[in-house]
T-cell receptor
Framework: GAVVSQHPSWVICKSGTSVKIECRSL??????MFWYRQFPKQSLMLMAT?????????EQGVEKDKFLINHASLTLSTLTVTSAHPEDSSFYIC???????????FGPGTRLTVT | AQKITQTQPGMFVQEKEAVTLDCTYD???????LFWYKQPSSGEMIFLIY??????QNATEGRYSLNFQKARKSANLVISASQLGDSAMYFC??????????????FGQGTRLTINP
């Protein structure tokens, strides 16, 4: 099946710094990718839709200036958490649907801890 | 309004028994898709099964089957002959609209399933 990778798998950063998370579709092209956030013992909440060649679409309540999304190519989307704070500590997961397939392929996730 | 509702925060089942995880949904779109994902402690999301709103038969994938009751707007996951490795969080999710690929998913709250030996 299709594979989506994320890098890094976990990261610890200090408050006030920025962190970049990469999401790659390894064997297919993805014009759209989705970024989710999951707090402990909670469900996945969609943060934004990443569109290749255009601006990302953010869900209500998600700060676009804090969570910068860049869909640089048909196989890569990046999420940058700017000026991270401890409350940004969470599990970030990306997904990519392969066109004409109903299934969305999820990356393995990135665990961010802000100290 | 909650679009996907999973009313069972936790389920405990004996190994080899069958288990049903509940999921109800709410949509006014006649075209939609329903998914079940398994999330073990590692965090990865594992696709289990899919049911389209126009599918005539209930979806099945190995030990997984989806009990789709359209009029009741329910899409329960049935796992037959449960195994210890089935212990995980299970999420029901819905995609609205006709486009198969680029539609976002809305997830339910999840059910933590524990299989006892």
């Amino acid at each position: 099946g299709a594979v989506v990778s994320q890098h890094p798998s976990w990261v610890i950063c200090k408050s006030g710094t920025s962190v970049k998370i990469e999401c790659r579709s390894l064997d297919f092209q993805a014009t759209t990718m989705f970024w989710y956030r999951q707090f402990p013992k909670q469900s996945l909440m969609l943060m934004a839709t990443s569109n290749e060649g255009s601006k990302a679409t953010y869900e209500q309540g998600v700060e676009k200036d804090k969570f910068l999304i860049n869909h640089a190519s048909l196989t890569l989307s990046t999420l940058t958490v700017t000026s991270a704070h401890p409350e940004d500590s969470s599990f970030y997961i990306c997904s990519a649907p392969r066109d004409s397939h109903y299934e969305q392929y999820f990356g393995p996730g990135t665990r961010l801890t802000v100290t | 309004a909650q679009k996907i509702t999973q009313t069972q925060p936790g389920m405990f089942v004996q190994e080899k028994e069958a288990v049903t995880l509940d999921c109800t949904y709410d949509t006014s779109d006649p075209s939609y898709g329903l998914f079940w994902y398994k999330q073990p402690s590692s965090g990865e999301m594992i696709f289990l099964i899919y049911q389209g709103s126009y599918d005539q038969q209930n979806a099945t994938e190995g030990r997984y089957s989806l009990n789709f009751q359209k009029a009741r707007k329910s899409a329960n996951l049935v796992i037959s002959a449960s195994q210890l490795g089935d212990s995980a969080m299970y999420f029901c999710a819905m995609r609205e609209g006709r486009t198969q690929g680029a539609q976002k998913l809305v997830f339910g709250q999840g059910t933590r399933l524990t299989i006892n030996p």
